[in-house]
């Protein structure tokens, strides 16, 4: 029987993360990711988990010490934010390239500059082709299970990989709403004991971690990674499916909503959804077709899954909490629109910069979106594929 709670997304992560009692956390603080490490510290003193806790003086350092105890077989995590996230930048790579199954907690923040410490997703989406797996939230109870999920995902033996369980700072991370937390038997009998086959202090098997790959191996290290990438979307279905049986709540690659009859669609990823489904439930009172997708897991791509969702849909805006520079929109634009050309789909397609540095979207803002696809749908013309929503022009 679950327990309801009133917690911020930060401390709804902190407690799955007490249930789960990693065997390491290295942690330094920013924000708006502080408040993790600082819940699980208190957790730590008062004898609630016996994971040994280390501050350490940087980020780089945090995932350093991370990977070193991954790497040794200890279960291990750490959490950060922008700044932080990009100070580690190198560490991420190796993490990946050596196949350790740790985990970070992303509290999604701007990078800077100009200097800004809100919401928006260029941290991670900076970080979308390190190799590692990205699973984003909606809201606090997402975040919270998304959480309980991630080391069955990212240490199942046909994967191995690390991954990141993103939320979007201030916005879920701070913000305070009622969730239903597992009891902690659940949640330790579901993540279960970490047992690598391999690691460094086995003295059964003795290893190296991180050698110098010449170039005669490299490649074949990069097409390991992405074959075990390919593993990734049944575990991910897999793992959703127990924790359905489990808690009742149901999880997917994404979640349709309203989408089944749709002729206009948004694509999003995270906190906007919930903006996105007040303005579809508005629409569809006035008897408009409109529905949404919204991406939970965005690394690896689950581009036919998402082609096929959105195969009856007349046209479509896919919006972008991040700038990729490109002259033609942001990352999940590009993903998106790829996936649509491959599976040879007819629908109108534009993608929105929208939300930078924590810019407010509104349900009034969203509609706005949904009329665009309807003025393009009458005129036949998508017009300018790249546009931002809500700025000074």
């Given at each position: 029987?679950?327990?309801?709670e009133?917690l911020s997304g930060n401390?709804?992560v ?6 789960i009692n990693?065997d ?13 490490p600082q819940?699980?510290?208190?957790f730590?003193a ?5 994971t040994?806790?280390i ?5 780089h350092?945090?995932?350093?010490a991370?990977?070193g ?6 279960r291990?995590?750490?959490a950060?934010s ?8 190198e560490e991420?790579y190796i993490?990946a ?12 923040r701007a990078?800077?500059?100009?200097i800004?410490?809100n919401?928006?997703?260029s941290?991670s989406m ?8 990205q699973?984003?939230a ?7 299970d998304n959480?309980?999920?991630a080391?069955r995902i990212s240490e199942?033996?046909?994967?191995r990989?690390?991954i990141?369980i993103?939320q ?5 991370s701070?913000?305070?709403e ?9 949640v330790?009998n ?5 047992e690598?086959?391999?690691?460094l ?11 110098y790959s010449i ?5 074949e290290a990069?097409r390991n ?12 279905l897999?793992?959703?499916k127990?924790f359905a049986?489990?808690s009742g ?24 959804a919930?903006?996105t489904?007040d303005?579809i439930d508005?629409l569809?009172e006035?008897?408009?077709k409109?529905?949404l ?11 036919e ?7 009856n849909v007349k046209?479509v805006a896919i ?11 942001g990352?999940?634009?590009?993903d998106?629109?790829a996936a649509l050309?491959?599976a040879?789909?007819?629908?109108y397609?534009?993608n929105?910069v ?5 810019r407010?979207?509104r349900?009034e ?9 309807k003025?393009?749908l009458e005129?036949g013309?998508?017009g300018?594929?790249?546009r ?6």
């Amino acid at each position: 029987m679950g327990k309801r709670e009133r917690l911020s997304g930060n401390e709804a992560v902190a407690i799955a993360l007490r249930q789960i009692n990693p065997d390491v956390f290295p942690a330094f603080p920013i924000t708006p990711s502080t408040e993790i490490p600082q819940y699980f510290a208190s957790f730590v003193a008062n004898g609630q988990v016996d994971t040994e806790f280390i501050t350490v003086e940087s980020e780089h350092s945090s995932m350093s010490a991370a990977i070193g105890a991954s790497a040794a077989g200890a279960r291990a995590l750490t959490a950060t934010s922008s700044c932080g996230m990009a100070y580690m930048w190198e560490e991420l790579y190796i993490a990946a390239s050596n196949r350790l199954p740790l985990a970070l907690a992303l509290v999604n923040r701007a990078l800077s500059g100009p200097i800004n410490i809100n919401c928006d997703h260029s941290d991670s989406m900076g970080a979308r082709d390190a190799g590692w797996i990205q699973i984003y939230a909606e809201n606090n109870q997402e975040a919270y299970d998304n959480m309980v999920q991630a080391f069955r995902i990212s240490e199942h033996r046909d994967v191995r990989l690390p991954i990141m369980i993103c939320q979007d700072g201030f916005i879920t991370s701070h913000a305070v709403e009622n969730i239903e937390l597992l009891e902690d038997a659940d949640v330790k009998n579901f993540v279960g004991e970490y047992e690598p086959e391999n690691y460094l202090l086995n003295p059964e098997c003795p290893m190296a971690v991180g050698p110098y790959s010449i170039t005669d191996y490299y490649m074949e290290a990069k097409r390991n990674q992405a074959e075990a990438m390919k593993h990734v979307e049944k575990v991910v279905l897999d793992v959703a499916k127990e924790f359905a049986a489990l808690s009742g709540r149901s999880y997917g690659l994404f979640e349709a909503y309203r989408l089944e009859d749709a002729e206009r669609a948004v694509v999003i990823i995270g906190s906007a959804a919930g903006t996105t489904k007040d303005a579809i439930d508005r629409l569809r009172e006035k008897g408009e077709k409109v529905g949404l997708l919204k991406i939970r897991l965005f690394r690896p791509f689950p581009a036919e899954a998402i082609a096929e969702a959105l195969k009856n849909v007349k046209a479509v805006a896919i919006m972008d909490r991040a700038e990729g520079y490109t002259n033609h929109g942001g990352p999940l634009g590009a993903d998106v629109m790829a996936a649509l050309f491959r599976a040879r789909s007819s629908a109108y397609a534009v993608n929105y910069v929208y939300g930078l540095g924590g810019r407010d979207v509104r349900v009034e803002d969203m509609e706005g979106v949904f009329e665009t696809l309807k003025q393009i749908l009458e005129s036949g013309d998508a017009g300018e594929t790249y546009r931002y929503l809500g700025v000074r022009e």
